[in-house]
């Protein structure tokens, strides 16, 4: 039996190589990998990308772990894509939060440099970050070759289209590497922390708001990323099943509220400058949320914005809505809340 199966994942595993062959054959879009001495590592298919069903990113990595050398190669078809700082830069950070390293404590500098395309040099440009960290971009026509690497220096930067799409796309790259958990996380779950245990939706809440900003502050300067406590799923299944008490919900709708719950206020933090700012209608905002959404009542001030955003979510979970209806729901939803939040600011001015 375990012969079996593990044929049966071999063959999946050539079906989808041969369609992926196709697909990358079909979009007409070249690949392009690293070439020359002392590669950081073996070369791995890490992925593409896609819009309206068509291919327009490829990714090839090297190395593999969090100490060894390190690089990736995108080809991207973005036309009129201008080649300039601030995306390149972007590419070096994304892989830095990855990694655990703090975008703040490197030096950024940027300037041009060439990359040798099949033995054509080509102009581009290169951002370092730091002694360890570098990205440079090139184009040719209307196809973008990128290159990110840690730890890995070549005298010369150069690429080369691979001819040989089946032996890549047979090697396959899991996933980039990441920096290590959090201790505190992993698949043995623990018990809620007494000082969390009287009242399981408002400290779901909390702990959510402060994952929230903790989040918002590695995207913004990298560092060890936000992990989420043992207790997490211990304490959702408890806030859980007070929904369920408090509005005499089944157990699928009461998750499916407790998801919207904080999905709200979390909406709410990344979106509204009064909420993070503002403790007074925070504090607020929150329990009226709270009050609405396990039923309690909807006697709240609010209840214009808690509307609009159970309309919201009807109409995004929806796949025939066109994007403006969805950007005209959320906008309605939005300024809902703006005129809730301004109305008790000036109340508490007067």
């Not at 041009?112 to 395309?117: A, N, R, S």
């Amino acid at each position: 039996m375990r012969f079996e199966r593990s044929e049966a994942a071999r063959e999946r595993f050539v079906r989808q190589q041969k369609r992926l062959h196709r697909e990358l054959l079909d979009s007409g879009l070249p690949v392009f990998a690293l070439t020359g001495p002392a590669l950081p590592g073996v070369e791995r298919f890490g992925g593409l990308g896609l819009s309206d069903d068509r291919i327009t990113t490829v990714r090839v990595v090297y190395g593999e772990g969090l100490t060894l050398p390190w690089a990736a190669v995108e080809t991207a078809r973005r036309a009129g894509t201008p080649i300039g700082f601030a995306p390149l830069r972007g590419e070096v950070e994304h892989c830095m939060r990855g990694h655990g390293h703090r975008i703040s404590d490197v030096e950024w500098t940027e300037g041009d440099t060439t990359v040798v395309v099949d033995g054509v040099p080509v102009a581009g440009r290169v951002v370092r970050a730091g002694s360890r960290w570098w990205a440079a971009r090139c184009s040719l026509e209307d196809v973008e070759i990128t290159v990110v690497a840690r730890d890995w220096h070549p005298e010369v930067l150069s690429a080369h289209t691979v001819i040989d799409l089946t032996a890549m796309l047979s090697r396959v790259h899991v996933g980039p590497p990441t920096a290590p958990p959090d201790p505190g996380t992993g698949h043995h779950e623990r018990e809620i922390p007494e000082d969390l245990a009287g009242e399981p939706h408002r400290a779901l809440v909390d702990l959510s708001l402060r994952l929230g900003r903790e989040r918002a502050a590695w995207l913004a300067d990298g560092g060890p990323g936000p992990q989420l406590p043992g207790y997490w799923r211990t304490l959702w299944r408890a806030a859980v099943r007070r929904q369920m008490d408090l509005a005499d919900q089944s157990e699928p709708v009461a998750d499916q509220a407790v998801s919207s719950t904080l999905a709200q206020l979390s909406t709410l933090q990344d979106k509204a400058e009064w909420f993070r700012d503002d403790a007074r209608l925070r504090e607020r905002a929150v329990a009226e949320t709270l009050l609405f959404g396990t039923g309690i009542s909807e006697a709240v001030s609010s209840v214009a914005a808690q509307r609009a955003w159970l309309h919201r979510e009807e109409t995004v979970r929806r796949r025939d809505v066109p994007i403006q209806v969805r950007a005209a729901v959320d906008e309605d939803w939005f300024e809902a809340w703006s005129a809730w939040a301004d109305g008790h600011a000036a109340q508490s001015a007067g």
